[in-house]
């Protein structure tokens, strides 16, 4: 610390709070709002007055199919996709790090989809999967198969949000897991060349241990914002064919804007909290056995 | 040995496999902004000039704004995550320095009686008392802070928290869903227009939230940043009797560049991309990027061609971007952010 005199140190206060005050403002003070609201009956259109009935909201929530459909269907999407990027992620990290041909003109190509907006993601996506005018469906055809009704029919429409969440987020997988790999202490690995470990003993005894705090960070990072997932959605299915694909964000967004039942939307939204936490406690809680059995 | 030029072959040709599938995608839009729309409505074609002639038609349609506004949304979309960027960077730089070179300790139990005055005073102030919610918020910010900043200088019981704790506050903004937030911030912005504060559909409503969306990510990423450089340099200045302001503005911001240009290009791409605030929070004048090309899906249905040039219009800032944090990936600048 510097030994700055009290009265010098005060300016420190100039420093963080028009930042602390923006987030609290911003961020915080809408949730108290909104908790507020999600007591009370409240309509938009017909617009009717505000009545406190406690948590009625919420005992509707829990008892909507709807609700307890679209958990179903983002953590199906969530856990599959997040799974298949961490796999595919580490293997290409891997792969990179060990400067297979032409990895410098890989670095940028697979950093790029995670730059992209997931609306632009999606809209791509629609073209390759329409069933007539579409490459994959054209190609499927070459090889003599039938045309797939990849978004209208119910578990396709769910397979193709979980490749296209693959190909946009695996990249941020093969950034933090590369950038892990080049962390490790290289003495370590040059001891295990010279006693001549197979390289996936090396890979299964030393990396992959090594690399397990970081995985279990970025598994987290991915699961959360997995959860978030709405414009994917929202452009590619539209939560269809019925309520195939509805994600939980997607449900509350329609919730609120097209039944405009304000109310019900934010014990909806604050339920997803809850989900969101008890999820991401549950996943700390296992990482943490999980890492603690391998070190 | 041999065992490792076959795990060498595995890796390269999986490598490749997934860089075509990666380009691909990238590669059919490309191609698609250029076709005519027999090109399309026939079938999938993929060559330019062998399977069908090029064309710029889709791009003269777009820009002339023959077929609805285009060049809007793009500007609002510039301006607004321009001016984000900047203010987030600037203010989360100026939090991050603050939380790397001094010690905060804040009470616990200063944080609680502050919510508590804030959401029991809300509730009894809107539910009970009637008034509205804006007001409402007004009130109990000014009350919550000027009640709990002066018992944070008294010496409370309970634990302390420190630097570590307001760093991990600001990240785990980001932790919530943000349809919580969008959307009670939409119910509070409706509020507001009815008290004659336009913030829904405006320009600083939309800079306010994204803001806010944006400093966790500044917070944290330049703390990272700010504590790899060396403090010698700043106490020199201190003795030379230099004010802070200054030194962070002359010294430190000047040595913090690379950490600056990533940082911006992060939260730049978060801005550009992001979508749900703006659903929840535009309709019609501010509308940016990303909702135009959402709706493109519904008014424009399958003319991929007029798509694709909007979707090129997004993606290509963001491949300089990308380009631009990729070279600094080599450098190893990210890997220090990872810890």
Known sequence: ?295 | MNENRIFRRLGLIIALIWLFFCLFPLWWVLVTAFKPPIAVSEGATYLPFIDFWPTLNAFHEAFSGIRGDFVGPILSSVLVSVVVTVLSVFLGSMAAYALVRFEFRIRLLAGLIFAVIAIGGFMLLTMSFGIRAPYALVVVLVLGLGVAVPMNGLNLPGPVMGNDDVTFWFVSQRMFPPIVSAFALFLLYSEANKVGVRLLDSFPGLVIAYTAFGLPFAVWLMRDFFSTLPVEVEEAAQVDDIGRMRIFFQIVLPMSKPGLVATSMIVLSFIWNEFLFALLLTSSKWQTLPILLAGQNSSRGDEWWAISVATLVSIAPMIVVAAILGRMMRSGLLAGSIK
């Open chain 1, 1 to 295: 610390m510097t030994t700055a005199t009290p009265r010098r140190d005060s300016i420190k206060h100039v420093f963080l709070w028009p930042a602390f005050l923006v987030v609290l403002v911003v961020s915080l003070f809408p949730l108290i709002y909104a908790l507020s609201v999600s007591f009370q009956t409240m309509r938009l259109v017909p617009p009717s007055p505000p009545r406190f009935v406690g948590l009625d909201n919420y005992a509707a929530v829990l008892a909507s199919g709807r609700f307890w459909g679209s958990i179903w269907t983002t953590a199906v999407i969530v856990f599959v996709s997040v799974a298949l990027q961490y796999v595919i992620g580490l293997v290409l990290a891997l792969a990179l790090h060990h400067n297979v041909k032409g990895a410098s003109l890989y670095r940028v190509t697979f950093l790029l989809p995670m730059f992209l907006a997931p609306v632009c993601v999606a809209l791509i996506a629609r073209m390759i999967f329409h069933p007539v005018l579409g490459p994959l469906n054209d190609g499927l055809t070459l090889l003599g198969a039938a045309n797939i009704p990849f978004l209208t029919s119910p578990g396709l429409a769910v397979g193709v949000l979980i490749s296209v969440e693959v190909w946009q987020w695996t990249p941020f997988v093969v950034l933090l897991m590369l950038a892990g790999l080049q962390g490790l202490p290289s003495e370590v690995f040059e001891a295990a060349r010279v006693d001549d470990i197979p390289a996936w003993r090396r890979f299964t005894g030393i990396t992959f241990p090594m690399l397990l705090p970081l995985s279990v960070a970025v598994i987290f990072i991915r699961l959360i914002e997995g959860f978030k997932l709405i414009d994917t959605v929202f452009v590619l299915t539209g939560g269809g064919p019925g309520t195939a694909t509805e994600t939980l964000t997607l449900f509350a967004y329609s919730e609120g804007f097209k039944k405009f039942n304000i109310g019900m939307t934010s014990a909806l939204s604050f339920m997803f909290l809850i989900v969101v936490i008890v999820f991401g406690t549950l996943y700390l809680a296992a990482a943490q056995r999980l890492t603690r059995r391998f070190t």
